[in-house]
């Protein structure tokens, strides 16, 4: 490491390639070639923990599906029929996930917020209504907070439709792009959906997606019941680059589907895992293609890992 921090364009630091079994065969064998090293450059590779760290807050929002696909809440079918024991699968999806996901965020004060349903006064149809009706103060305190505002809210509001999803990562995106003008890797959003996955506005969505990919933000899909999820698939985007509908790519990957069943009899630790499994990278990915250090470090950072030779 000295000897390649010492290099220079006049002086490069030089290693000799060397056959250990032609050097054995071969008396006048001197080497098999020279890797000379001209420049060398180290830089700090943060990881997502030096960011928390280092100050970078995590601002977790919640939205929640309540169109018709779901079924009539009063209807033991329904995903929203609350039974006597007080549960359901919203309920449980927004208790196991919350708890993964609040120890990231600070302040544990979520803005919650439902779409898809026909709200009081005038039983429009809102796909950006906050659980607790105060426009101004969409946010709840902790995971409770946000149960309270969904027992409270869902015999108020009639389930209606369509599914669309553009709004709410619309909305999201508004504050991560005015968080993008203080230029540090300050504030991270991260949206949660919890949907039953029939999705109305695929094109909008995936316009959306490929909008927010250049800003601060994720988004987690977590699919409650046994609907066809095919398009929160297409979402994810782990086979490939998700495209907008014009053929522009996302610049990375921010969308983690997470079928709900398919953990509900495991360990919580299992379904704490595949909710966060890509929140870390795609943090990191997104301020090391800002260059933005975590805000309580003086190091600046390069976007190439490692040694530059």
């Not at 250990?20 to 070639?33: A, D, F, L, P």
């Not at 830089?43 to 599906?65: A, H, K, P, S, W």
Request: aromatic share 10%; net charge neutral.
């Amino acid at each position: 490491m000295k000897r390649l921090e010492a290099a220079s364009r006049s002086a490069p630091a030089e290693f000799e390639c060397i056959n250990s079994k032609k050097k054995q065969k071969k008396k006048s064998y001197k080497n098999s070639g020279v890797v000379s090293v001209k420049v060398c450059q180290i830089t700090r590779e943060y990881t997502f923990l030096d960011y928390i760290m280092g100050g970078c807050q995590i601002n977790f929002t919640v939205g929640i599906d309540f169109t018709g696909s779901n079924g009539d809440p009063r209807s033991p079918d329904s995903l929203h029929y609350i039974s006597p024991q007080g549960v359901n699968e919203y309920l449980s999806a927004i208790w196991s996930v919350g708890l993964v996901v609040q120890d990231y965020d600070s302040d544990k004060m979520f803005p919650a917020f439902g779409f898809g349903a026909q709200i009081p006064p005038s039983w429009q149809v809102s796909h950006e209504f906050p659980l607790n009706f105060n426009p101004t103060n969409p946010f709840c305190a902790g995971v409770e907070g946000v149960i309270e505002a969904y027992r409270m809210c869902l015999p108020q509001v009639k389930l209606y439709g369509p599914t669309n999803f553009a709004p709410i990562i619309n909305h999201m995106a508004r504050f991560a792009q005015q968080a993008l003008q203080q230029k540090t890797a300050s504030q991270y959003f991260v949206l949660l959906i919890i949907t039953d996955g029939v999705i109305t506005d695929m094109d909008q969505t995936r316009g959306a997606i490929v909008a927010a990919s250049r800003l601060p933000m994720s988004i987690i899909i977590v699919g409650v019941g046994k609907a066809d999820f095919t398009d929160m698939e297409i979402l994810d985007g782990d086979d490939g680059r998700l495209k907008s509908v014009t053929g522009e790519p996302a610049v990375r990957d921010i969308v983690q589907f997470v079928p709900f069943r398919k953990f509900q009899n495991s360990p919580k630790e299992e379904l704490a895992k595949c909710v966060l499994a890509e929140v870390p990278g795609q943090v990191v990915t997104f301020f090391n293609m800002m260059k933005y250090p975590p805000p309580n470090s003086n190091t600046p950072v390069d976007a190439s890992n490692g040694v530059k030779n």
